[in-house]
């Protein structure tokens, strides 16, 4: 059964940092990709990155700020965002994919947590 549950979101000023958590049941660990996508208020649904084994990628509007990392005795997949843009503010999703890219499906995904980059 997956299992996504997501935390960390808060207010951040520009240019801080910030670190998101995705706890995850062991079913999607060892079946999926874990990705993380943001929605915004009248913006399309963007693919921030996706962590599958020892391979991860980055969407291209995060690369060099942002960076995916995993847990796996804890079962938490982590979002850590640098250098924080007033557009990186959305609600943060960690979900499944079948394969890491910017392209696939979102299989399941938990209920977000909000960020909010302003000063």
């Not at 000023?13 to 079913?27: E, I, K, N, T, V």
């Not at 963007?46 to 995060?62: A, M, P, Q, R, T």
Request: aromatic share 10%; hydrophobic share 35%; with cysteine.
């Amino acid at each position: 059964q997956v299992q996504l549950v997501e935390s960390g979101g808060g207010l951040v000023q520009p240019g801080g940092s910030l670190r998101l958590s995705c706890a995850a049941s062991a079913f999607a660990l060892d079946y999926y990709g874990i990705a993380w996508f943001r929605q915004a208020p009248e913006r399309e649904r963007e693919f921030v990155g996706c962590i599958k084994g020892n391979f991860f990628v980055l969407g291209v509007s995060v690369q060099g700020r942002f960076t995916i990392s995993r847990d796996m005795r804890n079962r938490t997949i982590y979002l850590r965002m640098n250098n924080v843009k007033p557009e990186d503010t959305a609600v943060y999703h960690c979900a499944t994919q079948n394969e890491c890219t910017d392209s696939a499906t979102f299989l399941q995904w938990g209920q977000g947590t909000r960020v909010t980059v302003s000063s």
